[in-house]
């Protein structure tokens, strides 16, 4: 997939800033990294078509400007402590102001934006036909064999005729709130979870291709790739959804429960926080833990969406996302975390962390860990204590990048019926497809490697083309103009 991508679209990648697979200490895991990444890209490139592709997140922005992981962030990171860092930061926003004013929104795509910004140049480029505000409503299935679908219009419901057949790519149910309830863990309402992805994202796909009889994997170890969150209350009224990908892994930072116990490596993977934590809160409680530090930590590195130094974040106080307290006895009661359950637990991780040790949770332990950590923090990247007030809390709890369950495929990417048959013409791709993962979180890249291979790969069984031809150069491919 990547080579074929690589080859004939404007799709390029680049190294994926070496992230080790985030089980280190297992046996034959992978501690250099093994993904990659889209190129940064110009918007540019796309011309109008830009106003049809989503922002990034404002929460994983900084002024609406993304930011790559690797070299980009650790500038940002190091901007107050290296004179190469602060020329860098300086270009890069004053580049970005411009194109704030001049188009609107940021040109310089990172990440997920880069990506699909990418994906769509090269469809463009093939003249391929994207209807925007269309959603599919219906499957057309004619003696048992799905051969259209129905979407609707500004000027109506349309019904096209697929002769290869139809690809459900809408993104799983992370915002289905009834599936939430029936598949999800300790989510009593369905609302408790601060899924991530756009809220478009809630379940067609997975009912149109229940439709056609499809059904959604049940047995996977989870049912949603977990991420911690905190909310966002903006000036505006709307909440925000902040994943803490980074900020935990940081030296100086400790996640605990209302009692005030630790209960988990925090510097391990999103999904393990989260997995951990819905272990750990006892079943008449609330699923919730908060991030600790001091002014220090909050300074250096910053906390959910609160930015380190110069950025001013006394709003975020004013607002009750970021609680203080010149104690850590204060800071326990306006969070409603135990006083003396907190206190206890930053004396006892203090103890060894002044030695860059957590005995506890072995934060530092592994490949991982220390990538999440800061290089230029010793002994350990991952570990200092929480010493001097005022201390500072956000609340965190159990969110997702979207969901693992998903309809029951084969290797051909073909949904499959309760017999385990192929549904003709019908495939899934993507979080539309339950996660070859089995409902685990090995590595970074989890979702998009699988959702781009099973795209690539239904798109060739569509097409009629080899299975051997998967793995080499494909031979009827046209190459981009
Ligand atoms: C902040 C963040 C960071 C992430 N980082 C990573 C990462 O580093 N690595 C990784 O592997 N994964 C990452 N993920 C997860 C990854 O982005 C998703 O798993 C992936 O985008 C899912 O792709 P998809 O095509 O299944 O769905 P989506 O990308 O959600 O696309 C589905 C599309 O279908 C549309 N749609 C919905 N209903 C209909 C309908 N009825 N008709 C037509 N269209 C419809 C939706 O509007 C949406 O545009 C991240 C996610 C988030 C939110």
Redesign the pocket.
């Known amino acids: 997939m990547v080579d074929f991508f690589q080859a004939h679209t404007a799709l390029q990648f680049q190294d994926g800033n070496a992230i080790p697979d985030i089980h280190g200490d297992t046996p034959g895991a992978g501690s250099g990294g093994r993904?990659v990444?889209a190129a940064p890209f110009d918007a540019r490139q796309l011309g109008r078509r830009v106003a049809d592709i989503?922002r990034t997140?404002p929460?994983?922005a900084f002024l609406g400007m993304p930011i790559q992981?690797g070299a980009d962030l650790a500038a940002f990171l190091t901007v107050t402590h290296s004179l190469r860092s602060a020329a860098y930061v300086t270009q890069r926003f004053t580049r970005h102001l411009y194109q704030l004013a001049r188009y609107g929104r940021a040109m310089h795509w990172v990440?997920?934006v880069a990506l699909?910004g990418r994906l769509v140049r090269s469809a463009d480029a093939l003249a391929v036909e994207t209807w925007t505000a269309?959603?599919?409503?219906r499957l057309a299935i004619d003696d048992g064999r799905v051969d259209g679908v129905t979407?609707a219009t500004r000027d109506g419901e349309v019904t096209l005729r697929a002769r290869r057949g139809v690809v459900l790519?809408?993104?799983?149910f992370?915002h289905d709130i009834g599936r939430r309830r029936r598949y999800f863990p300790r989510t009593p309402t369905g609302r408790e979870h601060l899924a991530?992805?756009?809220e478009?994202?809630?379940?067609?796909?997975t009912a149109?291709g229940e439709s056609a009889g499809g059904h959604v994997s049940t047995g996977l170890a989870s049912p949603a790739?977990w991420?911690p969150v905190s909310a966002v209350p903006y000036r505006d009224g709307r909440v925000g959804h902040f994943?803490h990908?980074i900020d935990r892994g940081k030296p100086g930072v400790i996640g605990v429960l209302a009692d005030g116990r630790r209960f988990v490596n925090e510097a391990h993977g999103y999904y393990d926080y989260v997995a951990a934590l819905i272990e750990a809160v006892p079943e008449d409680q609330p699923v919730e833990s908060w991030l600790v530090c001091d002014h220090r930590f909050l300074r250096r590195y910053g906390l959910g969406i609160v930015r380190p130094v110069p950025v001013p974040f006394g709003h975020w106080i004013r607002r009750g996302y970021l609680k203080r307290g010149h104690t850590l006895e204060q800071l326990a009661s306006h969070c409603g975390i135990d006083p003396p359950g907190l206190t206890r637990t930053v004396e006892a991780y203090n103890a060894s962390a002044r030695h860059g040790e957590d005995p506890e949770f072995g934060r530092g332990s592994t490949p991982y860990n220390r990538k999440q950590g800061d290089p230029a923090h010793g002994p350990n990247p991952c570990v200092a204590p929480i010493e001097k007030g005022p201390f500072y809390a956000v609340k965190v709890v159990p969110g997702s990048?979207?969901t693992f369950a998903g309809l029951v495929t084969d290797a051909s990417a073909r949904v499959l019926d309760a017999n385990d048959r192929p549904i003709p013409g019908l495939y899934a791709?993507?979080?539309?497809?339950a996660s070859i993962m089995g409902g685990f979180y090995p590595a970074?890249?989890?979702?998009?490697?699988?959702?781009m291979t099973f795209?690539y790969i239904a798109a060739r069984h569509a097409a009629g083309l080899d299975a051997d031809a998967l793995t080499g150069t494909p031979s009827k491919t046209r190459d981009m103009p």
């Open positions: 993904s990444i989503r997140m929460e994983t992981a990440n997920g699909i269309s959603p599919a409503k979407v790519a809408a993104g799983g992370p991530l992805p756009p478009s994202a809630c379940g067609d796909g149109l790739a991420c994943p990908i990048f979207g791709a993507g979080t539309d497809m970074g890249g989890v979702n998009l490697g699988p959702a795209g």
